[in-house]
């Protein structure tokens, strides 16, 4: 057994889903059963910090400047004990997590979280990962994360089996297109403040288990994907923006048609729908909606046109907040 000594500082932008990931095809290895294409964002920063320390009996946890909670220390002290094992080291670490994210986003920090952790331990441990190992051990804590390791444009394909039938564990996000590919704007509508009700790990297996529509979705989800990859790269918006929706509805009637039914929504995410709608069949704007786990809404749309859209979603009843996004850059180690 090494001893470790060493520290490291990492930075993380969150992402978006354009193509969405929900489901998994092993839960172990948490390998995603359809392939997802994000867009990480600026001004959405998690700054963690990991430094080992052999005077420490346990690992000490601190998330935006208070203890992290039992569950939020287990998901951290997990990979912190799959970098020391491949470090064949014991040593226990002190984590400083601190998530840089305007009130008005209403956006998960898991991604960009654990995608600063997985490089700021794996750094501090001396491993020397590239990023496309950085990128898999992320996403075997969250697989968003795996998306966050890489600026601009990402896709994380579907887990893979090997020749011999069996899941393969290595499996990182790859860079599609740089930030600076496409000058897009993602307005985000806050609609209610509060964590979300059922977090998307349960949801996801909640969906695959019970709703009769998550074969569907596995099936088409590579479809909607293949489409999004294709307009992602000739810059054609309404392809992407379509194709978004469409991945964003197929999931979200997963879960809404799951077991107890999972509903994201709420009354104004609903508005913000129609809304999106109307801005682009009646004023003829280039705006399209996504949803994740929770009730807000982002809506994408050209640099040229972001300000029209915000100020038309802030008059919608029950929208508490509005951000604008740009393309922001991937993890940055120090
Ligand atoms: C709806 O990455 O949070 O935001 O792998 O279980 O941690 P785990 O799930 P997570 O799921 C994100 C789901 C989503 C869509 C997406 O980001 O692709």
Redesign the pocket.
């Known amino acids: 057994m090494t001893e470790l000594d060493g520290k490291a500082r990492a930075t993380a932008r969150a992402?978006?889903?354009l193509a969405?990931?929900?489901g998994?095809a092993d839960v172990a290895l948490?390998l995603?059963a359809v392939p997802?294409i994000?867009l990480t964002l600026d001004g959405l920063v998690t700054r963690t910090s990991v430094r080992f320390d052999r005077r420490l009996e346990s690992d000490v946890v601190e998330l935006d400047g208070r203890p992290a909670t039992a569950k939020e220390a287990a998901r951290v002290v997990e990979l912190l004990d799959r970098v020391r094992a491949a470090a064949k080291a014991s040593t226990r670490a002190k984590v400083v997590s601190k998530n840089r994210f305007p009130t008005a986003a209403g956006l998960?920090s898991?991604?960009s979280g654990f995608a600063a952790l997985a490089a700021a331990a794996s750094h501090a441990a001396g491993l020397g990962w590239g990023l496309r190992k950085v990128s898999s051990e992320a996403?075997r804590?969250?697989?968003?994360?795996a998306r966050s390791i890489y600026g601009g444009f990402a896709e994380l394909p579907a887990g893979k089996k090997r020749a011999n039938g069996r899941w393969d564990g290595f499996l990182p996000a790859k860079a599609l297109h740089g930030p600076d590919h496409w000058d897009l704007r993602l307005v985000v509508a806050e609609t209610v403040r509060g964590p979300k009700k059922v977090?998307?790990?349960e949801g996801?297996e909640r969906s695959r288990t019970t709703s009769p529509y998550y074969d569907a979705w596995v099936a088409e989800a590579p479809i909607w994907a293949d489409a999004l990859r294709a307009a992602l790269r000739r810059r054609d918006l309404p392809g992407v923006g379509e194709a978004m929706e469409r991945s964003t509805l197929a999931?979200h009637t997963c879960a809404i048609t799951a077991h107890p039914s999972i509903l994201y929504w709420q009354a104004p995410t609903v508005a913000v729908l129609h809304a999106v709608r109307e801005l682009r069949e009646a004023r003829g704007l280039g705006c399209w909606a996504t949803m994740?786990?929770g009730p807000h809404v982002k809506v994408l749309c050209a640099a040229e046109d972001a300000r029209k859209i915000r100020a038309a979603l802030k008059k919608v009843e029950g929208v508490t907040g509005t951000l604008v996004c740009k393309p922001g850059a991937g993890i940055e180690v120090a």
């Open positions: 992402n978006i889903a969405k990931y929900w998994k948490n995603p997802s994000s998960a898991s991604a996403r804590s969250s697989a968003s994360a977090g998307s790990t996801m999931f994740d786990a």
